[in-house]
């Protein structure tokens, strides 16, 4: 167990706020339960703090390490997306298409 100040413990603590404390379950937590890589890991702590911290600057930052997932994973495949966080449009690629706006 890593201690962290004054004796408690490190996962315990948040500096810089308390936006994390009101979550059920915190975003390091999930991360590390289910071993998420760094982009993976960014994505979804972004994405769970957006309506608490951040707003849209948050979801941007989801969305660019989705895109750096994405690039880093499957450039080898040439599937490219081109997608302006700032506006929220997008070029999806054929394979992509077929997917439904909303799916739930």
Not at 61 to 79: M, P, T, V
């Amino acid at each position: 167990m890593g201690l962290g100040f004054n004796g408690t413990k490190a996962s315990d603590l948040q500096i810089g706020g308390d936006h994390y404390k009101t979550m059920k379950i915190q975003p390091n937590e999930f991360i590390t339960a289910n071993q998420l890589k760094w982009c993976e890991g960014n994505a979804i702590k972004y994405i769970c703090r957006h309506s608490i911290k951040g707003g849209k600057q948050d979801i941007e930052k989801a969305i660019h390490y989705l895109q750096l997932l994405l690039e880093i994973e499957y450039s080898h495949r040439e599937y490219p997306v081109n997608f302006d966080a700032t506006t929220c449009t997008t070029d999806l690629p054929d394979f992509l298409k077929h997917l439904p706006d909303k799916p739930f």
